[in-house]
Nanobody, 123 residues
Framework: VQLVESGGGLVQAGGSLRLSCAASGRAFGSYVMGWLRQAPGKERELVAS????????YYADSVKGRFTISRDNAKNTLFLQMNSLKPEDTAVYYC?????????????????WGQGTQVTVSS
């Protein structure tokens, strides 16, 4: 499985960014895909996840109502639309995948990871 993220960058507070993750190497029907982030000095945390087969989603409370996770089945691409960004959203964002169905899970259960993309939100 290969996961390649893109779309990070620098944005002012209140702005928007869209992250993409191109997935390859497997049929992802039995997978859960997630976006996780890690800020300096903090543990990696789950931001949002989606069950590839039926599109069910989970969001961390800190991003609920601001972020939207989605996928394009035909292109095997995962997205994270981030609106109303805050300085505390600053982190390296990772696309990750694992076989399973449970949406809310810690970072340690994910088997496959992208290289990460930096998101910086200035105040």
């Amino acid at each position: 499985v290969q996961l390649v993220e893109s779309g990070g960058g620098l944005v002012q507070a209140g702005g928007s960014l869209r992250l993409s993750c191109a997935a390859s190497g497997r049929a992802f029907g039995s997978y859960v895909m997630g976006w996780l982030r890690q800020a300096p000095g903090k543990e990696r945390e789950l931001v949002a996840s989606i069950r590839w087969m039926d599109g069910s989603t989970y969001y961390a409370d800190s991003v609920k109502g601001r972020f939207t996770i989605s996928r394009d089945n035909a292109k095997n691409t995962l997205f994270l639309q981030m609106n109303s960004l805050k300085p505390e959203d600053t982190a390296v964002y990772y696309c990750a995948a694992r076989v399973g169905s449970v949406l809310q899970a810690t970072a340690k259960v994910y088997n496959y990871w992208g290289q990460g993309t930096q998101v910086t939100v200035s105040s």
